[in-house]
């Protein structure tokens, strides 16, 4: 009886001393994207549609600069931050962006058939 409290006790000490090992490392590494006002260009690969928008971003926060009301569709999107960049989920879509130059580009993700790539975006500083 005493060996086998001295197993699960070992096994408990393993045990916390491991989740406290992931709790204490340091945090990935991460890049943000800036905060400021973009244009947000999207091109679909299997049609060429391209679409253009005015955005400003303020934290992780991206808001669509389009006057009046998106019908079905939200003006504002999280940013999730990323080792290059970040990502953000918009109408369905992952939009997905790395640091290029001054701008941000990446390819536009259908959610809905696991992630397949349907475009190309990006985010390109205004004046």
Do not use: C, Q
């Not at 928008?53 to 009046?68: K, Q, Y």
């Not at 962006?97 to 536009?108: A, H, I, N, P, T």
């Amino acid at each position: 009886m005493k060996t086998r409290i001295i197993t699960a006790l070992t096994a408990l000490f393993v045990a916390v001393a491991a989740l406290a090992g992931t709790t204490v490392t340091a945090p990935e590494a991460s890049a943000r994207v800036t905060s400021g006002k973009y244009t947000w260009t999207t091109v679909k690969t299997i049609n060429g549609a391209r679409g253009s928008f005015p955005v400003t971003i303020r934290g992780n926060i991206l808001t669509l600069d389009i006057p009046g009301v998106i019908i079905g569709a939200s003006k504002h999107a999280r940013i999730h931050r990323t080792r290059t960049g970040g990502f953000f989920d918009y109408g369905g879509n992952r939009y997905v962006l790395r640091k290029s130059g001054s701008k941000y580009v990446g390819d536009e993700l259908w959610l809905t058939i696991n992630g397949a790539v349907v475009g190309r975006t990006s985010l390109t500083p205004r004046r």
